[in-house]
């Protein structure tokens, strides 16, 4: 939460902002500061076959696989941004996208926008993001990610999709 305003630097001010209640204000700019949060994106990857990509992302984690994510760059929205980390991060070009829910991540203030994308093509080419990748049963996936908790984005888009191919 904004003490100061982040364009003039003025202490801020509680306003009353309609159905949103107090919400600091700069008295100088006139202008409302509601909390911002980083917007990313969560994205399944899978092929024909019905299987999807878990990687491991040291930074994450040395234990438990994931699936792909990134941030959202200003002036992109959230599809381009899922079809942009799957070719960054494995090298595949996204054949079909669909939408998988928001998710909110309290503990890093993150909306993750969830995605599945299918591709054709299965020959993954990972970045130096990432430690390792790799393709895996619908049914075997939940093994080896995070436990189920629920902040966990990653698993509730890996049980949409398991609903989904059924």
């Known amino acids: 939460m904004f003490q100061y305003c982040p364009t003039c630097g003025t202490k801020l001010v509680t306003k009353l902002a309609g159905d949103d209640g107090e919400i600091p204000y700069c008295p100088h700019c006139e202008r409302f500061w509601f909390p911002m949060f980083a917007d990313c994106v969560i994205v399944l990857v899978a092929n024909a076959q019905h299987e999807i990509v878990l990687a491991k992302m040291p930074y ?3 234990q438990y ?3 792909i994510s990134g941030y959202i760059k200003p002036g992109e929205n959230a599809e381009s941004a899922a079809i942009r980390e799957v070719q960054e991060e494995l090298g595949l070009t996204g054949e079909s996208i669909e939408y998988a829910g928001t998710y909110w991540l309290p503990k890093h203030q993150m909306m993750m926008h ?4 299918l591709v054709a ?13 790799e393709w895996v049963s619908v049914e075997a996936a ?3 990610m995070w436990p189920a908790s629920p902040e966990n984005a990653a698993l509730k888009v890996c049980q949409l999709y398991a609903q989904q191919i059924k």
Not at 121 to 133: C, I, M, P, W
């Open 60 to 62: 994450l984690s040395k």
């Open 65 to 67: 696989e994931s699936l």
């Open 114 to 117: 969830g995605f599945m994308v």
């Open 121 to 133: 093509d299965d020959q993954l080419n990972l970045s130096d993001e990432l430690e390792s990748a």
């Open 142 to 144: 939940p093994a080896k």
